[in-house]
């Protein structure tokens, strides 16, 4: 019967989901398959049911054998994905797992992954499309992570991959200052690969997609399976045990509480009288070390 032939953007029949549209088209050379996060009311956040939507389309994708890439992106020109749901995670229907599953499941993909990043790129969002093998940006594009702006301590090997990316310095930078980054400023990060205009992007898409496609699909797999190999030498169960170990009374404390009901407020958190009341325990509890 043959590769189907189909250029236009087609549903995939029995992967009927609200939250993310799975589709595929034929050029001449192969297929491309496209995962669309469809939350655009929240800014394309992930819940726990998005990502195993995504798995159930990856495994469908590794067993395609016409389809030689992956288009990652987010419904709309506002946002990529701007990571977990805040208020799913304040309920605590997200856990560490899902967080560690979103970046798993890029490298479970046997085909290479391009993100396609337009308007916000932030938290788990930002971080699955710099664990993409390709990130094309448009000039609306805004990168940043939010972990300790919100009170959600991310860790782990995403994190640990940063420095990979963007070296360590940067990495520093980006996940402790919470600062935002120009798509421009993403290219020279090393966080995306181009930027291109709003309307533009949909064709540089296409071209890097054909230039895949030309290319052996064996030899193809086999390269981006040596370059995931790197996430084998992290250990992804370390850092979350490190985390659950030292400190342990964060979720759900008083200060993760402030920080999540300033971002619904959307008004600063005031961290300050935590740092006075750990403050005044050092005072009291305080003894001089004498080093020899």
């Given at each position: 019967?043959?590769?189907?032939?189909?250029?236009?953007?087609?549903?995939?029949?029995?992967?009927?989901?609200?939250?993310?549209?799975?589709?595929?088209?034929?050029?001449?050379?192969?297929?491309?398959?496209r995962?669309?996060?469809?939350?655009?009311?929240?800014?394309?956040?992930?819940?726990?049911?998005?990502?195993?939507?995504?798995?159930?389309?990856?495994?469908?994708?590794n067993?395609?054998?016409?389809?030689?890439?992956?288009?990652?992106?987010?419904?709309?020109?506002k946002?990529?994905?701007?990571?977990?749901?805040?208020?799913?995670?304040?309920?605590?229907?997200?856990?560490?797992?899902?967080?560690?599953?979103?970046?798993?499941l890029?490298?479970?993909?046997?085909?290479?992954?391009?993100?396609?990043?337009?308007?916000?790129?932030?938290?788990?969002?930002?971080?699955?499309?710099?664990?993409?093998?390709?990130?094309?940006?448009?000039?609306?594009?805004?990168?940043?992570?939010?972990?300790?702006?919100?009170?959600?301590?991310?860790?782990?090997?995403?994190?640990?991959?940063?420095?990979?990316?963007?070296?360590?310095?940067?990495?520093?930078?980006?996940?402790?200052?919470?600062?935002?980054?120009?798509?421009?400023?993403?290219?020279?990060m090393?966080?995306?690969?181009?930027?291109?205009?709003?309307?533009?992007?949909?064709?540089?898409?296409?071209?890097?997609?054909s230039?895949?496609?030309?290319?052996?699909p064996?030899?193809?797999?086999?390269?981006?399976a040596?370059?995931?190999?790197?996430?084998?030498?992290?250990?992804?169960?370390?850092?979350?045990?490190?985390?659950?170990?030292?400190?342990?009374?964060?979720?759900?404390?008083?200060?993760?509480?402030?920080?999540?009901?300033?971002?619904?407020?959307?008004?600063?958190?005031?961290?300050?009288?935590?740092?006075?009341?750990d403050?005044e325990?050092?005072?009291?509890?305080?003894?001089?070390?004498?080093?020899?």
């Open positions: 019967m043959g590769v189907p032939t189909h250029a236009e953007w087609r549903k995939v029949e029995g992967y009927d989901y609200d939250d993310l549209i799975y589709e595929k088209k034929y050029f001449g050379t192969g297929g491309v398959a995962m669309t996060i469809n939350r655009p009311d929240k800014l394309n956040s992930f819940t726990g049911a998005t990502i195993r939507h995504m798995w159930e389309c990856v495994y469908d994708i067993a395609d054998p016409s389809i030689g890439v992956v288009i990652l992106t987010g419904m709309g020109d946002a990529f994905c701007t990571g977990g749901d805040v208020g799913v995670e304040a309920e605590g229907e997200l856990g560490d797992a899902i967080f560690i599953s979103c970046n798993s890029l490298v479970a993909c046997k085909k290479p992954i391009i993100a396609v990043v337009k308007g916000w790129c932030v938290g788990g969002g930002n971080h699955m499309a710099y664990c993409c093998d390709f990130t094309i940006a448009a000039d609306n594009a805004r990168f940043a992570q939010n972990g300790p702006r919100v009170g959600s301590p991310a860790s782990g090997w995403p994190i640990q991959y940063a420095i990979r990316v963007l070296g360590a310095k940067k990495a520093r930078e980006m996940w402790m200052l919470c600062r935002r980054y120009s798509a421009q400023e993403a290219v020279e090393g966080l995306a690969n181009v930027v291109v205009p709003l309307d533009k992007v949909d064709d540089e898409v296409d071209k890097w997609c230039e895949i496609l030309e290319k052996s064996t030899c193809i797999q086999v390269l981006k040596s370059f995931d190999e790197e996430f084998n030498y992290m250990r992804w169960d370390v850092p979350m045990a490190l985390q659950r170990k030292i400190f342990p009374s964060f979720m759900r404390s008083e200060e993760q509480q402030e920080a999540q009901k300033a971002f619904f407020e959307k008004r600063e958190p005031q961290f300050l009288r935590f740092r006075e009341k403050y325990e050092y005072l009291r509890t305080r003894t001089k070390v004498i080093v020899k």
